[in-house]
């Protein structure tokens, strides 16, 4: 499912025009990713939490010529689902 499709989804379940649907998914994802960049985790019970977590630096291989290159440690967003989305994906 696309981005689009997520809206028109919304749209129609909640009986709502696209462009206000839109505005709310883009909002929801704006303060998502703000939480993340202030190292707060976004928990939404049932569906799953949103972290972020470090990951260290290391060597790599470049895969072309197979020369070591060092890869700088970075921050990564990590998602862990919850118990209610587990459950209705089995």
Do not use: Q
């Not at 197979?66 to 989305?85: A, D």
């Amino acid at each position: 499912m696309t981005k689009v499709e997520l809206i028109v989804n919304v749209a129609n379940n909640a009986g709502i025009k696209k462009s206000i649907a839109e505005k709310a998914i883009n909002a929801f994802m704006d303060n998502i990713i703000k939480a993340l960049k202030n190292g707060d985790k976004v928990a939404l019970t049932g569906f799953g939490t949103f972290t972020v977590t470090k990951r260290a630096a290391r060597i790599g291989r470049n895969p072309k010529t197979g020369k070591e290159i060092k890869i700088p440690s970075c921050k990564i967003p990590k998602f862990k689902p919850g118990n209610k989305l587990r459950e209705a994906i089995k």
